[in-house]
């Protein structure tokens, strides 16, 4: 199925604008809302945030959202076909203007790995307004550095414009103040860039001389927030807490940065099972690093779906050792991923494919010293290794002309359509019981009714937490829906 123009493309783009306009829109109000709701937050605002954390933009978008559901839905709905197309443009290696004759299934593809995230995942990122503006709004904004400068990965040396030279500049410094892995690890690439093509090339581009000092800049106007030095030293102040011991190093790295990376996300596992299985197939060769390489990418996809399907399944019955175990099965894994790309691809793309995949670990390594994390913190190594899956089938089909992939599209947009009604249908539910709830607390504060039964949301794995973890949230709850400080609310 060939393209002429854009058309189907821009078709793509609207509906999936759409579909987020919609989603966007039904995600309720939760746990961090209340609290953003709170007036007091404005005060932290009017104090620079001070002891708080250095996420300024982050809480400022979240102070927006929550006294806004236009600015709610604009924000998340924006950033998803921000980060679509920005992807799409990386895979295609084209700009969103340009015409060539292309079919729409890279597209597709993108859009239904994007959508089929584990529900946790969903629940702590597209679900949950407040850690959507932390974890998904810095997405796009490195995404436009890294494929500005992803070619020089290829035999190739880029040309520059003057606005990509400074643009980057305003970039690389609002990216840094969202979220604390993500600020590391981009000043941390921007060095990265600066050395490999001070080596490669033998040259320094002014693009990433700004970048890196925008990078830095960012990075110390959020850590010289003096909650993380209160995080490092305890002392109870602040939510997060940094523990650099051995022993609670280890423990997460294995309960929970590998699980949340890889075991959790099997139906990314089984794409890339079946994309490196084709990889190595049109070789036609047979070796004992192929046959090792299908063993773990077929046997690891066997046991992720199992996993999804029997989580309390155990191999030991010692959680150390379970876990462990976990932990070694993912990295065997990832290290295939990346050795099955750099022997089956050419040399002109395999780095590009390494790098990003590589990158989704990068993004995940600072979570191991923070304490808490949840899946939210991967949201954008999640992008990562969509977009690193993404370049593999676009290596793939490179000889367009000797593959007919009208079927695969079609049932890609089958899929896509499928996926994205069953979410609409969870986010009605969800809406439903959101303005039940809106109404039963209206009737009980006009009746200055002395209890108030609220209705448990439905599908709580696709959303954060809609109901009061303790007592404190339970007092932020009411101050955030001006429920009467004297009435019981209870959830049933």
């Known amino acids: 199925m060939k393209i002429k123009d854009n058309r189907a493309r821009y078709f793509i ?130 995404l436009v550095y890294f494929i500005w400068t992803e070619e020089l990965y290829r035999k190739k040396a880029e040309k520059y414009s003057c606005f990509q030279t400074f643009a980057v500049i305003p970039l690389g410094i609002c990216v840094q103040l969202f979220s604390e892995n993500i600020t590391i690890i981009v000043a941390a690439y921007a060095l990265w860039m600066l050395v490999y093509t001070a080596v490669r090339y033998r040259k320094i581009y002014l693009i990433e001389v700004n970048y890196l000092c925008s990078a830095i800049l960012g990075a110390v106007l959020m850590f010289s927030n003096s909650a993380y030095s209160s995080a490092a030293v305890h002392n109870g102040k602040t939510y997060k807490s940094i523990d650099m011991s051995a022993g609670i190093l280890l423990q997460r790295f294995a309960a929970r940065i590998w699980t949340n990376l890889v075991l959790n996300n099997w139906v990314l596992t089984v794409i890339f099972t079946v994309l490196l299985t084709v990889l190595i197939l049109k070789k036609r060769k047979q070796s004992f690093a192929a046959a090792e390489m299908l063993v773990v990418f077929w046997g690891y996809s066997a046991y992720s779906i199992l996993h999804k399907i029997c989580p309390e399944w155990i191999f030991t019955g010692t959680q150390a050792v379970d876990r462990g175990i976990m932990a070694l099965l993912s990295i065997v894994f990832f290290i295939n991923v990346i050795l099955c790309v750099w022997m089956f691809t050419e040399k002109e793309e395999r780095l590009s494919i390494c790098i990003t995949y590589l990158g989704s670990l990068a993004f995940a390594a600072p979570l191991i010293a923070a304490d808490p994390i949840g899946p939210r913190c991967f949201y954008i190594s999640y992008v990562f290794e969509v977009l690193a899956a993404v370049k593999i089938l676009q290596y793939l089909l490179k000889k367009r002309e000797e593959i007919q992939v009208f079927y695969p599209a079609l049932i890609l947009a089958v899929t896509v359509c499928i996926s994205a009604l069953f979410y609409v249908r969870i986010f009605m539910i969800i ?44 007092e932020k709850f009411k101050e955030f829906y001006h429920i009467p400080e004297n009435m019981t609310v209870r959830f049933e």
């Open 431 to 474: 809406g439903k019981y959101s303005d039940y709830r809106a109404e039963l607390i209206e009737e009980a504060v006009e009746q200055n009714a002395k209890e108030l039964t609220l209705p448990v949301m439905p599908f709580s794995d696709y959303t954060g937490y809609t109901e009061p973890i303790d007592e404190i949230w339970a």
């Open 13 to 142: 783009y609207s509906v999936f604008f759409i579909l987020f306009v919609y989603l966007g829109y039904k995600a309720p109000y939760c746990l961090d809302e209340w609290k953003w709701g709170l007036p007091q937050r404005m005060e932290l605002m009017k104090r620079g945030f001070s002891g708080y954390n250095g996420r300024y933009l982050g809480n400022i978008l979240a102070l927006l959202i929550t006294r806004s559901e236009m600015a709610k839905t604009l924000v998340i709905s924006v950033c998803m076909v921000l980060v679509v197309w920005l992807m799409e443009v990386s895979v295609r290696r084209k700009f969103f203007s340009e015409e060539d004759k292309s079919d729409p299934i890279l597209l597709l593809s993108i859009i239904l790995l994007l959508l089929a995230v584990p529900a946790s995942l969903y629940g702590q990122s597209y679900g949950w307004p407040a850690a959507f503006v932390n974890y998904e709004v810095p997405v796009p904004l490195f």
